[in-house]
């Protein structure tokens, strides 16, 4: 499986992005998505994750409620749709697929990684 992530960019604190990873491959209904962000000196970090059918999603606490992950099996596309946007939000975000039913949160349990966009939030 192959991702490009896309959506990324400046927006002032308050605002809204929606990310997007759209991936290669016959068997993405296949695979569960999650979304990570690094930010400058820090780990990679779990955002938010999605299984095969879209019927599961979980988040990390520093962002429930305003993210939003979704999946179009149709389109081999999975969305972040990011609102209220803080400036603690602004890091490089990167997709991640897995072939697992289950929700993985960690990165070192996902095995295909797209190149990540960068995702800035101003004061």
């Known amino acids: 499986v192959q991702l490009q992530a896309s959506g990324g960019g400046l927006v002032q604190a308050g605002g809204s992005l929606r990310l997007s990873c759209a991936a290669s491959g016959r068997t993405f209904s296949s695979y569960a998505m999650g979304w990570f962000r690094q930010a400058p000196g820090k780990e990679r970090e779990f955002v938010a994750a999605?299984?095969?059918?879209?019927?599961?999603?979980y988040y990390a606490d520093s962002v429930k409620g305003r993210f939003t992950i979704s999946r179009d099996n149709a389109k081999n596309t999975v969305y972040l749709q990011m609102n209220s946007l803080k400036p603690e939000d602004t890091a490089v975000y990167y997709c991640?697929?897995?072939?697992?039913?289950?929700?993985?949160?960690?990165?070192?349990?996902?095995?295909?990684w797209g190149q990540g966009t960068q995702v800035t939030v101003s004061s």
């Open positions: 991640a697929a897995v072939a697992r039913y289950d929700l993985p949160t960690t990165a070192r349990m996902y095995d295909f």
């Open positions: 999605i299984t095969w059918s879209g019927a599961g999603t």
